[in-house]
């Protein structure tokens, strides 16, 4: 049985390039206040869920690209769907939230999560850091934007870096900075876990702005990000 802490860590996210075969919702919609996007849902036992992520999108969307640095002009639609493997993905012009399993109630942290991912689309960022960090960037600023929902999750990457180091690990740990998307998302939950706390960490230590100057610079390596947040390369220091 998955820890009730664990579940809120399984966001799973990923920018993919093409649709998943997930049928756009088409039972009923819900407008952000500020006209910015659109839910979409597939069951009217869903229309809370789409009304909480229409509040998100009016709260978070704009937030999110500010803190990232680069803004997208047309906001998502966000479609409710549930039965995924992971709480939230971003995909090339929607996100989908599945709002099951307890989700909902960490809605702003696992959209604002999507939008950075959303707004990061195309950028330097995406194209010059490994997706590893990456994904830090986008959990590092959905839980600095929603510190009212996400107080544990840094206690809880604090936990499971402790654990890596416990067992002599950092090494291995540090060498997925050089994983490609596809085989960051063939991670086993306890590897993806670790993995996003990884990610956590290097933002923690470098900074948003300096990741976005360093990317736009070109494509910066894991040891340049190792250096940059001041650990030895085999993770020593972390
Ligand atoms: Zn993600």
Redesign the pocket.
């Known amino acids: 049985m998955r820890a009730p802490i664990l579940a809120i860590t399984v966001?799973?996210?990923?920018?993919c390039a093409s649709a998943p075969a997930v049928q756009r919702p088409s039972c009923g919609e819900v407008h952000p206040q500020n006209d910015r996007g659109l839910v979409l849902y597939s069951d009217f036992d869903q229309f809370t869920a789409a009304t909480i992520s229409a509040s998100v999108i009016d709260d978070y969307y704009d937030r999110t690209g500010s803190a990232l640095g680069y803004s997208r002009a047309e906001a998502p639609e966000v479609w409710i769907v549930l039965g995924r493997s992971e709480q939230?993905?971003?995909f090339d012009d929607h996100i989908i939230f599945d709002p099951s399993e307890g989700a909902l109630e960490f809605a702003p942290l696992i959209l604002a999560?999507?939008f950075?991912?959303w707004h990061s689309e195309g950028s330097a960022m995406q194209r010059n850091l490994p997706h590893v960090v990456?994904?830090g960037v986008?959990?590092w600023i959905a839980v600095d934007l929603t510190a009212e929902w996400s107080q544990a999750r840094r206690v809880q990457f604090d936990r499971l870096l402790d654990a890596v180091r416990q067992r002599g690990d950092l090494p291995l740990l540090t060498s997925r900075l050089s994983l490609s998307r596809d085989a960051w998302s063939n991670l086993s939950g306890p590897e993806l876990h670790e993995t996003y706390a990884l990610g956590f960490a290097l933002v923690d230590r470098i900074g948003v702005d300096a990741l976005r100057e360093a990317a736009e610079q070109g494509p910066v390596s894991p040891k340049a990000l190792l250096n940059m947040a001041g650990l030895r390369l085999d993770g020593g220091g972390l």
């Open positions: 966001l799973a996210a990923c920018s939230g993905a971003t999560h999507e950075v991912h990456m994904e986008s959990e």
